[in-house]
């Protein structure tokens, strides 16, 4: 069963940073496309990063310019460098693969990041 473990979230002020991580139990993690998605309060979740096989990334417009996401094959796992944080990055942040078929039907706990002063 593949298994998602997310960590690195937690209470920030408004322009600070965090790393989240996630590691995933894929047995070919290095051929899928591997994404970062969150869910703001009351809506539904969203890819918000996406890292090819090839290497090559992709960023929801909100996000462009302040986040990074980078994987470690060796290591399979995710990470989401997250940089000038705004209140309305608040949100539980998941990874899963992000192919064209969409993410597994199964999800780890999520990580939560809280953007306040």
């Known amino acids: 069963q593949v298994q998602f473990v997310e960590s690195g979230g937690g209470l920030v002020q408004p322009g600070g940073s965090l790393r989240l991580s996630c590691a995933a139990s894929?047995?070919?993690?290095?051929?899928?496309?591997m994404g970062w998605y969150r869910q703001l309060p009351g809506k539904q979740r969203e890819l918000v990063a996406r890292?090819?096989?090839?290497?090559?990334?992709e960023y929801e417009d909100s996000v462009k310019g302040r986040f990074t996401i980078s994987r470690d094959i060796a290591k399979k796992t995710v990470y989401l460098q997250m940089n000038s944080l705004k209140p309305e990055d608040t949100a539980v942040y998941y990874c899963?693969?992000?192919?064209?078929?969409?993410?597994?039907?199964?999800w780890g706990q999520g990580t939560q990041v809280t953007v306040s002063s």
């Open positions: 899963n693969i992000a192919e064209q078929s969409g993410p597994y039907t199964s």
């Open positions: 894929l047995i070919n993690f290095r051929l899928y496309a």
């Open positions: 890292r090819t096989s090839g290497g090559s990334s």
